[in-house]
Structure formats: structure tokens, C-alpha cells
């Protein structure tokens, strides 16, 4: 039993030997395909920290990509999957179902955007979700066309490539692409031209889209409420209900993919909630299961029960484990009011990094709601993405034991994504470690 570490710890290099040694093993075992942000080999994780084979002990302020909301094993997970294990494993919900994954279900319909008549489907990933959500929109539309934006991440599989806008790493060499898929502009306040609202930023997206694919062949617009992997992307506000309002006038299904941005993460229980978004379907993952693999798509009533009987599913969907770990989560989020616990790393770390950037001039934008938070770099003075910066940022963290990732279309943006039960103190010391990493990267 490794003892419960509550500190940050340096015992050795970042990484130490013991990770060395695995990475060697891992280079003639793993596909070279498969990327790590840092290779330090974790063998436990608790409270915000993560503990790797050298006995070092580092600040997660990533929680594997927005997935450990909850935190690192919390007891109300660890305790139904340990009881959900012991049951059983698996019976595969298409041959002989069980409860858990109608109460995952349930929980879904209370928890998601709008008092609707709703109904959920149970997938492994973000990606399944996603896809399966443009299933559901073509057979309950009769339409094909898919209209997606650009800096959108939806995923890996051959639908979502296409749905994605980033080629290297994502696409580049992986087509031919899922076809009837359409990228028109969002809304990147700091990127747009100035004073542009986000009505007005939706009334051109809507103007390509009726001339460029026509209203009447859209089966459904699928965006990320705060787009993730492009770049911590919060478009400007009213942007989001524009488009929303223009789908329901038109009979186009629109999808929100929260798989990045649900469970509490943006300080609402999802980020539509923001706006009063209420989207016609929601793709959920991540946060959903506190990191077993689970994923969701949840909508109108009618949209789901359009598809026939058989046309959804899959031999691990909503597996009894992941059912259990995603209730214990849920509880967690509720018992322990995340959502406020969010807000308040948004309080805490906006005001950090805002003086930062003022202080140093390598940051052109702050923004991110609750613990969805980000600093995008720039040569100072201009609005030029200075990726090597961002990710010079990043190695010092890395090195000081911080863990911070990077994202961005142009590769250039900082993500902050502690798990929103991570202790002030902790954040506090992370906070200062990236400030400390931002001062010394940016006069280097
Ligand atoms: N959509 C969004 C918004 C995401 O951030 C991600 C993952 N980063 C996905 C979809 C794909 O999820 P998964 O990796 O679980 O397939």
C-alpha cells in the first residue's frame, strides 16, 4: 500500500529512472503512434496528486483530460466498482441488461439541459458518442449533411476525423473522410475581427450554411459549447443561443458535444447551461465515470426513439463497471457540490493569470470558465501564436512535478483542467509553479 502523500515531492529528475526505464520497454512494446504529454509512470494518484514509479509526487492539473472531476479515486467510485466487480463483470446490455445502466440513464435525463421528455444510449468514448449522435440526427431527420466549425475536436475514429478540423496530428494520412461533412467559422472573440458579436458571428455561420449546403439537407450542427482541443475556445456570448434558435427553426438537430466541457467542469453542470442552452442531443464522456470508460448520448425523446430497434449499441456499451463508477461520480459531484467547487478555481486562477499576462506581455488571451481554464501565448504585442513558448511552459511545470498540457490549433494555449475537488493549497502551489515557468520561459 503506497502511504497517502499530500505534497508536491521532487526525489528525483522528471522522470526518474524507474519511468526511464519503462519508456525504454514501452518503445519496443507500444506503437510509436501513441503519444505521452510526460512520461512518468503513475502507480497511484489521490487528492490532486499523482505518485509515479520514483516515488515522486506531482500537482495534476490536467486530471487526464478532464476526466478526474471527481478526483482520483474517491471513495463513492472506488466502493461501487469494487461492489459492481465482485457482482459481475459484464453481461453485455443487448443480451441481458441490468439496472445500473438505466440509472445511469435517469441520472442523464435530470442532469442534462431543459425539462424535456428525454432518452439516453450508452457508448465507451467520447468519439462513439459523438458519432452515434449523428446516427440518431440523420435517421430521426431523413438528412445527411453534418456541419461542424473550425478548432472543433470531436475525435479519432473515421466520423469524427472528419468532424475534427485539426489535421497533423488528428487526420493527416488517416483519409478518405466520412463524407456530407461541412467546417464553417465560429466564434474566437480573440481572434475575430474586433467588436464582432456573437450574433453576428452565428448570422455568418448561418449565412454559409444556407448557401453553401442549404437549411434543408442539414441533418444536424454539431459544436463544443467551449471548444477544447482547438484551444479553450469560449465563444462570445449569445453566439451559442443564435445558432441553437436557427436549428430549431430550421428542423436541424443540434448537438452539443460536452464531452470535454460536462460533469460540473465549467462551474454548470454543463457548459450549455451557461446560456440556457437547452441542445436537441448531448454527448457526454470524460467526467462522466471519474476515468472508466463510459459515454453517452442523451436528447429529445423522439430523436432517440426514431431509430429502430438493434440500430444502437455495442458489446461494452454502458458496461456495469463503468455504470457503477459513473453513479459514484455523479453522487460525488452532487454530495460535494462541484459545480461551486468549479467557479471557484475560475475565481482563484483568473485573476493569476491575467496578472501575468500583464506583467509579462507572452499572453495575449485569459479566458475559460470554472476549471476550464487557459492562457494562450503570443509574441508580445502582436496576436502571433508563440507555440515553442507554450510548450517551454509547459516542460518547466513538467520538470517542477505541475502537470499542465497545451492545446490549441496553433498549438500555442496553456489548459489548466485541475479535478475540481483539488485542495486550494495545491492549486495555489501549481499556480505558482506555471507563474514561476511563465516568468523565466518568457526572457528566455
Ligand atoms: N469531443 C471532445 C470535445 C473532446 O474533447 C474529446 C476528447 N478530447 C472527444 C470528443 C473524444 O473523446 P474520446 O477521446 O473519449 O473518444
Redesign the pocket.
Known sequence: MTATTTNRRLRTEIPGPASRALQQRRASAVAAGLSSVLPVYITSASGGLLTDADGNTLIDLGSG?AVTNVGHSVPAVVDRVREQAGAFTHTCFMVTPYAGYVEVCEALAELTPGDHEKRSALFN????A?ENAVKIARVATGRQAVVVFDHA????TNL?MALTAKSVPYKHGFGPFAPEVYRVAGSYPFRDVPGLTGEQAAADAVGKIEKQIGADTVAAVVI?PIQ??GGFIEPAPGFLPALARWCADNGVVFVA?E??TGFCRTGDWFASDHEGVVPDLVAT??GIAAGLPL?AVTGRAELLDAVPTGGLGGTYSGNPIACAAALGAIETMRTENLAAAARRIGDTVLPRLRALATETGVIGDVRGRGAMLAAEFVEPGTTNPDAALAQRVAAACHAAGVIVLTCGTYGNVVRLLPPLSLPAELLDEGLTVLAEAIRQEATR
Open positions: 483530460i468514448s467520447g468519439a462513439e459523438v475536436y470531436h475525435g479519432r469524427t463544443e477544447g482541443e458535444d464531452v470535454q464522456a470524460k459515454a
